[in-house]
């Protein structure tokens, strides 16, 4: 079947990076793009922005950019979302969510990954 | 970038009951409107995509409707399964710039 597994949580102190795998199985990884959104505790669903695995494409929300990089390894069918200059702010579960190329919505979603940033 | 705004927040209603979510975008997104449903703890979860159409396996008493503005998520006739946060999103955006609606926490009364 179709699935998303993400990588475990993190603990990060404020200004390092993190970076957070999604390996997908149950289809052929080139032919959707990957998402990634975020949600703080208590707080609701924030678009990060996207990967077309197939060519490397990315699109990143105005809010991200500069902060986020969206990478892939096509042979082990992973995509990667790295995060810089962590704050507290950033402490939030962060999800990767497949969509077909294009304006489609999120059909599959990973099991989340708890990034908690402290000093 | 275009703005969803969810009404109501928060809504309470009894089993059997019929329950109305509303999503309004800040300029017109055609159908390209879907909605999702969070459980506590869990990854959301598609119900409806492109205003209307209901995706495999989810329950009928689900439904969508709506273009343009303004949408609405219904449930026909409530569940006690069906406690949860509602969620609207845009996929209109070229680039690809989606937003979500801020969400509706559904509750049983």
């Known amino acids: 079947q179709v699935q998303l597994v993400q990588s475990g949580a993190e603990v990060k102190k404020p200004g390092a990076s993190v970076k957070v795998s999604c390996k997908a199985s149950g289809y052929t990884f080139t032919s959707y793009d990957i998402n990634w959104v975020r949600q703080a505790t208590g707080q609701g669903l924030e678009w990060m922005g996207w990967?077309?695995?197939?060519?490397?494409?990315?699109g990143y929300a105005q809010k991200f950019q500069g902060r986020v990089t969206m990478t892939r390894n096509i042979s082990i069918s992973t995509a990667y979302m790295e995060l810089s200059s962590l704050r507290s702010e950033d402490t939030a579960v962060y999800y990767c969510?497949?969509?077909?190329?294009?304006?489609?919505?999120?059909?599959?979603w990973g099991q989340g990954t708890l990034v908690t940033v402290s000093s | 970038d275009i703005q969803m705004t969810q009404s109501p927040s928060s809504l309470s209603a009894s089993v059997g009951d019929r329950v109305t979510i509303t999503c309004r975008a800040s300029q017109s997104i055609s159908w390209y409107l879907n909605w999702y449903q969070q459980k506590p703890g869990k990854a959301p979860k598609l119900l409806i995509y492109?205003?209307?159409s209901l995706q495999s396996g989810v329950p009928s008493r689900f439904s969508g409707s709506g273009s343009g503005t303004d949408f609405t998520l219904t449930i026909s006739s409530l569940q006690p399964e069906d406690v949860a946060t509602y969620y609207c999103?845009?996929?209109?955006?070229?680039?690809?710039?989606?937003?979500f609606g801020q969400g509706t926490k559904l509750e049983i009364k």
């Open positions: 990967m077309n695995p197939n060519s490397g494409n990315t």
């Open positions: 492109a205003a209307s």
């Open positions: 969510a497949r969509g077909a190329p294009g304006t489609t919505p999120f059909d599959c």
């Open positions: 999103q845009q996929t209109y955006s070229t680039p690809y710039m989606y937003t």
